[in-house]
Each structure stands twice: as C-alpha cells, then as structure tokens.
C-alpha cells in the first residue's frame, strides 16, 4: 500500500513538476513576444511621431517663404501656437497650416497679424461647423473687401456668423461666392450690415445662399447704371444720380427710394428693372421681407460676441471632444518627434554634406551656392 501510494505520489508530482515547466515555458515566450512587440511599437511610435513632427515642420517652413518677419525661432514658435490652436478647437494641424499659408497669401505677411485672422478662423470653423480653410477664406475675402486690419478679424466673423443665425444659410454655403459678392458692394458703398442683412433676409425668405448672393449683385449693378425708366422714377423723388445715392447714403436708404418711386410713377419693379435677377432682390427686401430686413440690420449692428457663443456651443459637441482629444494626443507625438529630429538631424546633415562634397569633386555642383 504504501509502495502504491508512493508511486502515485511520484506521479503526481512528475505531472506537477511537468505543468509548472510548462507554464514558465509559456511565460517565458509570453515575455519574449512582450518585449518584440513593445520593441516594434516604440519603433512604430517614433517612426509616427517623427513623420508628423516633420509634415508640420514643412507645412510651416512653406508659410515662412511668404512672410517678412522670419526669425530663428519662427518655426519653433508657430509650431508651438498652431498646436495649442488645434488642442483648444480641434481642428487638424495641416488644414490649420494651408489656412494659414492662404492668409499669409491674401496679404496678411506678418506673423502677428495671420495668427489673429487664423484663430478668428479657427473658432468660426468650429462655430459654424465648417472647414477653417473655407472660413479663413471667407474672413480674408471679406477683410480685403472692406479693407480692414487683422486686428477686426473677431468684429468680421461675427458679422459673418450673425448672417447664418438670421438667415436660412451656412458658413460653407456663403463662402462659395461671398467674395462675388462683396467684391461689387464694397466699392459701390453697400456696408458689410447691409450685404449681411439683405442675404439673411433673401434666405429666411427661401432662396438657396448662392442664388441670393447672385440677385443682391445684380441689384446693386442695376442700382449703379439704371435703366431709363428707373432712372427718372428716382429722380422724381429726390435721386438725381442712384450710383451716388447708394454709396453715400447706403443700400437701405436707396431701396426705399426705390419703393417710393414705383408708387409715384405708377410703374412696378418689373417695369423698372430689366434684370431679373435685381427683381429676386428689390421685390422681397422692399415688400414681403421689409420687416425682415430691418430686424437684420439692427442684427448686424449688434453683433458682437456671437462667433464666441457660438464656439463655447460647440466645444460642448462630443465630436469636437473628440477631435480635441486627438489632437493632443497628436500634439505629445509630435513633441516626441521633435526631440528625434533634433537628435539625428546633425547626422544626417554630415551624410549629406559628405556626399555633396564627393558629388561636387566629379561634377562641379555647389547645392549651397
């Protein structure tokens, strides 16, 4: 019995002994394929962080070609800036750095003044839930029609952003043909109140943004060469030359001497405007969407703040969250990749130059002349 117990012990500790080497055979491989892997993604993650380090160092350096005040530490600090913007607004580093490579192109070359358009940009993207690309388009567009400074770029964009609350548009749908737009009114003396205005009224009143803007054109166009029959209906009210009428007295004020002159002259609009296009303006901001006009004026007039409020709203959308989110995750890579860069930049400049000093000795090129 006890030789049987004994041989039954001997087994069991064979198969204890076989299961313990087993499980540290497995552990040991287990560990083995841990520190593989751990190896390929620290090298998957320097390999990333240096790439998005070096597309941004790029973008940035392509910016700097276009501006005046290029110092050492331009890139350095831009890079830093674009990634606290994309972190606060969670828009992605490469639209930030074309939008500000399209600002610096419109005319804004000093570092100073594209930061303040970008980041009026940036929230009206947000606010207005579109591309900041199209909405620096549209904030430069509008800031060189009306000639204004970086330093109104917050005052513009909330002009901008109150035509979407009081209209039926978008921030997307205005910037396909706004700068058509404001091209012709700004220099006929229509203010950016009353450009806004009239298009939000024109959309609340159901006509697609593109086709509003097109109609607001061509009254203003008509306005400044009227036609005979216009042209003495206004002067019977007072209008002797409606060009100047609307560029010192405004929009407004020469539509209603429009309105005026019809009723006087017995002639309707149809009568007095030969394009049809003026007609999809004049008939709705003079008629059925007068009352609307003037609650849009006052709306424009008493922007301020809306592009903020309307920022602060969106920050609470979880996919803004999100692109926050990843955007300082990206953020940290790149701060990582920085530091590689930098690291084996020297290196690297050594290999190049030895090669460049073999190449000139057998074929005379200078890349550094």
Same mark, same amino acid.
């Given at each position: 019995?006890?030789?049987?117990? +004994?041989?039954?012990?001997?087994?069991?500790?064979?198969?204890?002994?076989?299961?313990?080497?087993?499980?540290?055979?497995?552990?040991?491989?287990?560990?083995?394929?841990?520190?593989?892997n751990?190896? #390929?993604?620290t090298?998957?993650?320097?390999?990333?962080?240096t790439?998005l380090?070096?597309?941004?160092?790029?973008?940035?350096? *392509?910016?700097?070609?276009? /501006?005046?005040?290029?110092?050492?530490?331009?890139?350095?600090? /831009?890079?830093?800036?674009?990634?606290?913007?994309?972190?606060?607004?969670?828009?992605?580093?490469? @639209?930030?750095?074309?939008?500000?490579?399209?600002?610096?192109?419109a005319?804004?070359?000093?570092?100073?003044?594209?930061a303040?358009?970008l980041?009026? &940009?940036a929230k009206?993207?947000?606010?207005?839930?579109?591309?900041?690309?199209?909405?620096?388009?549209?904030?430069?567009?509008? #800031?060189?029609?009306?000639?204004?400074?970086? =330093? *109104?770029s917050?005052?513009?964009t909330d002009?901008?952003f109150t035509?979407?609350?009081?209209?039926?548009?978008?921030?997307?749908?205005i910037?396909?043909?706004?700068?058509?737009?404001?091209?012709?009114? &700004?220099?006929?003396g229509?203010?950016?109140?009353?450009?806004?205005?009239?298009?939000?009224?024109?959309?609340?009143?159901?006509?697609?943004?593109?086709?509003?803007?097109?109609?607001?054109?061509?009254?203003?166009?008509? !306005?400044?060469?009227?036609?005979?029959?216009?042209?003495?209906?206004?002067?019977?009210?007072?209008?002797?030359?409606s =060009?100047?009428?609307?560029?010192?007295?405004?929009?407004?004020?020469?539509?209603?001497?429009?309105? =005026?002159a019809?009723?006087?002259?017995?002639?309707?609009?149809?009568? !007095?405007?030969?394009n049809?296009?003026?007609?999809?303006?004049?008939? @709705?901001?003079?008629?059925?969407?007068a009352?609307?006009?003037?609650?849009?004026? =006052?709306?424009?007039a008493? +922007?301020?703040?809306?592009?903020?409020?309307a920022?602060?709203? /969106?920050?609470d959308?979880?996919?803004v969250?999100?692109?926050?989110?990843?955007?300082?995750?990206? +953020?940290?890579l790149?701060?990582l990749?920085?530091?590689?860069i930098?690291?084996? +930049?020297?290196?690297?400049?050594?290999?190049?130059?030895?090669?460049? *000093?073999?190449n000139? &000795?057998? &074929?005379?090129?200078? @890349?550094?002349?």
């Amino acid at each position: 019995m006890a030789v049987k117990i +004994s041989i039954i012990a001997d087994n069991k500790s064979r198969k204890a002994f076989t299961a313990v080497t087993h499980g540290i055979q497995k552990i040991g491989s287990s560990a083995v394929k841990s520190t593989k892997n751990l190896a #390929l993604l620290t090298i998957g993650v320097g390999l990333l962080s240096t790439k998005l380090a070096g597309d941004l160092q790029k973008g940035l350096l *392509e910016v700097t070609t276009l /501006m005046d005040d290029v110092t050492e530490n331009t890139i350095k600090n /831009m890079s830093k800036e674009l990634r606290g913007l994309a972190s606060a607004t969670g828009q992605g580093l490469q @639209p930030l750095v074309k939008a500000r490579y399209d600002i610096v192109s419109a005319g804004f070359f000093k570092i100073a003044e594209s930061a303040q358009v970008l980041n009026a &940009s940036a929230k009206l993207a947000v606010g207005g839930v579109t591309s900041v690309d199209k909405s620096a388009d549209l904030l430069t567009t509008t #800031l060189n029609a009306y000639n204004k400074s970086a =330093e *109104e770029s917050v005052k513009v964009t909330d002009k901008l952003f109150t035509i979407v609350r009081l209209g039926k548009t978008t921030i997307g749908e205005i910037s396909g043909s706004f700068g058509r737009l404001v091209s012709i009114a &700004s220099p006929a003396g229509v203010s950016l109140n009353e450009v806004g205005a009239s298009l939000a009224t024109l959309t609340s009143q159901g006509q697609k943004t593109e086709e509003a803007m097109t109609a607001i054109r061509a009254l203003i166009v008509e !306005l400044q060469k009227p036609s005979e029959d216009l042209a003495k209906a206004l002067d019977s009210v007072g209008v002797k030359n409606s =060009e100047l009428t609307l560029k010192t007295k405004g929009l407004a004020f020469t539509l209603n001497k429009v309105k =005026e002159a019809s009723i006087k002259s017995g002639k309707t609009f149809t009568q !007095l405007f030969s394009n049809i296009r003026s007609l999809q303006a004049v008939l @709705p901001l003079t008629t059925t969407g007068a009352t609307k006009l003037a609650e849009s004026l =006052e709306g424009m007039a008493n +922007s301020a703040g809306a592009t903020d409020k309307a920022f602060a709203i /969106m920050l609470d959308s979880i996919n803004v969250k999100f692109a926050r989110m990843k955007q300082n995750v990206i +953020s940290i890579l790149i701060t990582l990749g920085d530091v590689i860069i930098k690291a084996i +930049s020297d290196d690297i400049d050594k290999i190049n130059n030895k090669k460049d *000093e073999e190449n000139n &000795s057998n &074929s005379g090129f200078n @890349p550094n002349a």
